[in-house]
């Protein structure tokens, strides 16, 4: 699960993380107010203003202004609150910002020298341990930093049976080319981060940048944590975090329905049992010309509740010329699945779009009989290739 800058922030900062001093608005007219509030506690007078949404390279797309005065909060918080902002993560269409985090700014002049430097914590799958990756390329795409200058990537694997030791904290803070009360500033970070991952059972966290001020604090500027939806049993404060506005709402109808559901760009929609499946259904709607609208797997106990809900939220994107219907008889009967689809049909009403239904399993041909007999324009195939034809041709 996604949550927005300030909630991660928050998270870190009980778990010892050092993040700037920030106040969330979803109104301009209390922008004034937070950066006051901000200045009187930290005696700064510059403030960041961030949209808050779910996606990066925010500051490319006009999403974060440096503030030098109140009026100028203010007049960055009207720009930017109720934007569509677009981001090389959101898509041409962009995500509107409903929420604001003002922010007092590190950018402060003093004896030494501001750095900027990435940080993330993710598993190792292929070691089944964690690791921290870092490098002294921070405040840009670590893709790029990647790509051109992988020499300046560092990682330091950390066993979980024993968690982060010491001795790496001071190795990460030397590769970051730190000495002095900024390495020791950065190894208490290191930890502290590294600690707040593993307790909050997040899938990743991400610090661009990490960033060391003028007098030689540490900070994390930026958050993006990924909290794994497995352990939110565990956590329902976190649960409660989620922002249902900045997700698919496709996505999100399909969720209350415990389907799986991925929207895809294409012109046929999927309704398949087990994700396989609707893999190779998708395959071979591809290699038959087509292109799969979305992936929804609706499990293996699908009936005309599931089916119907399916149906729904494929038909609520105007760019499916047709219906796949996929499933495999191994739990669930296909005659059943059939007598669903019917149900579901019927309820829904007129489909004026194409329905391909293909049973394959456990009483599949008195299930292809049901489909035949019900009187509705959807059309049953056996095998999978006679499925994909029946879409190309319906489509043609």
Request: charge should be negative; glycine fraction near 10%; aromatic fraction near 6%.
């Amino acid at each position: 699960m996604n949550i927005h800058e300030y909630q991660g922030k928050s998270i870190l900062k009980t778990f010892g993380v050092a993040v700037p001093e920030g106040i969330v608005i979803d109104d301009v007219s209390k922008a004034k107010d937070a950066a006051q509030k901000i200045g009187t506690s930290t005696g700064v007078d510059t403030w960041a203003v961030k949209a808050q949404i779910h996606a990066g390279g925010r500051g490319k797309g006009g999403g974060v202004k440096i503030a030098k005065s109140l009026d100028e909060v203010e007049q960055f918080a009207n720009e930017i609150l109720g934007m569509q902002l677009v981001t090389h993560q959101t898509g041409p269409e962009g995500k509107k910002v409903r929420k604001l985090l003002i922010e007092q700014s590190i950018y402060y002049p003093g004896p030494g020298e501001i750095q900027e430097f990435y940080m993330s914590v993710l598993l190792n799958r292929q070691t089944g341990k964690n690791i921290i990756m870092y490098s002294t390329e921070g405040g840009m795409d670590i893709e790029t930093v990647a790509a051109n200058t992988p020499e300046l990537i560092f990682k330091e694997e950390i066993d979980p049976k024993v968690g982060i030791q010491g001795f790496q904290a001071r190795k990460i803070a030397f590769n970051l080319g730190l000495s002095g009360q900024a390495f020791k500033n950065m190894t208490k970070f290191v930890v502290a981060l590294y600690n707040a991952y593993e307790a909050t059972d997040s899938s990743m966290f991400e610090i661009n940048p990490v960033f060391k001020t003028s007098d030689d604090k540490i900070f994390a500027a930026d958050s993006k944590v990924n909290l794994d939806d497995n352990a939110l049993f565990r956590h329902p404060d976190f649960a409660a975090m989620r922002d249902l506005t900045e997700e698919d709402p496709a996505e999100v109808e399909a969720g209350k329905h415990d389907l799986n559901f991925i929207k895809l760009d294409g012109n046929v929609g999927c309704m398949v049992n087990g994700a396989g499946l609707a893999m190779a259904t998708m395959d071979i709607i591809k290699l038959s010309g087509g292109d799969p609208a979305n992936f929804l797997d609706v499990g293996g106990a699908a009936n005309a509740v599931t089916v119907e809900a399916g149906f729904r939220i494929i038909l609520q994107d105007p760019n499916v010329k047709a219906i796949l219907l996929n499933i495999f008889g191994g739990i669930v009967r296909c005659d059943r699945v059939a007598s669903g689809v019917v149900e579901a049909y019927k309820s829904i009403g007129s489909i004026d779009i194409p329905v391909i239904v293909r049973l394959q399993g456990t009483n599949a041909e008195e299930g292809k009989e049901i489909i035949d007999n019900s009187g509705l324009k959807v059309h049953s195939a056996i095998t999978l290739q006679e499925a994909a034809d029946l879409v190309k041709e319906l489509m043609a």
